[in-house]
Every structure is written in structure tokens, then in C-alpha cells.
């Protein structure tokens, strides 16, 4: 039986990244989980899937994501974020939001 609809996993900090590298071209979408704002393992996930293993889907930031963090984890190759709703609300009110800070850095690169 094969699926015909989208398949998204959630990789956990601890988990190891070969287990889903496999599947990489299957998957619609990798969650990859940051349990503190300090732990920096998933931006090693994202620039590995995207670089080695080729990962074209979409790749989401989850857990602790700050908006102060956005630019860095797009240029890791994330392309969605789950920000966590204090600072969202925060974005929502400041006149620099989080897409005009990854859009200034794309072109300065």
C-alpha cells in the first residue's frame, strides 16, 4: 500500500538525524525540535539534511524559537518557524518584524 498523502516527522534534539535521512524524499515536511533556546543541535540538523542528504521539503523550527534566532535558522535552511507566542506577540508590535530582518539578510548576502 503506498500513501498518497504528505508524511511530516518531528526530530527531537536527542534523536539521531540518519534515522529519517533516509526517507528524506518522502517527507513533505522535518520538524526539528529546539527544547531550549540554547541548544543548538538542531541548526546542525537543518544544514545537514539541506546540504547532505539533499532535503528539498519544508523545514520547521519548533519548540524554544525566538525571533532573534530567525535569521540564523534561515541561513541553516529553515523555511518555517513556530515562535513561541510571547514573542510573536512581540513581533506583531515591532515595526522590524522577522521577515524584513531575513529578507534584508538574503540580499546582503
Do not use: N, W
Not at 535521512?21 to 541548544?39: C, I, N, Q, S, Y
Not at 537543518?46 to 540564523?72: M, N, T
Request: aromatic share 8%.
Amino acid at each position: 500500500m503506498i500513501r498518497a498523502a504528505p508524511i511530516g516527522v518531528r526530530l527531537k534534539a536527542g534523536q539521531h538525524l540518519e534515522v529519517i535521512a533516509a526517507h528524506g524524499a518522502r517527507l513533505a515536511l522535518v520538524a526539528l525540535e529546539f527544547p531550549k533556546f540554547t541548544d543548538g543541535r538542531a541548526y546542525s540538523y537543518a544544514r545537514l539534511l539541506r546540504e547532505r542528504y539533499g532535503y528539498k521539503g519544508e523545514l520547521c523550527a519548533v519548540g524554544q524559537v525566538l525571533r532573534d534566532q530567525l535569521l540564523f535558522m534561515h541561513c541553516c535552511g529553515f523555511d518555517a518557524y513556530e515562535i513561541a507566542r510571547a514573542d510573536a506577540a512581540c513581533a506583531r508590535r515591532s515595526p522590524r518584524s522577522a521577515s524584513s530582518i531575513s529578507r534584508r539578510g538574503m540580499a546582503a548576502s
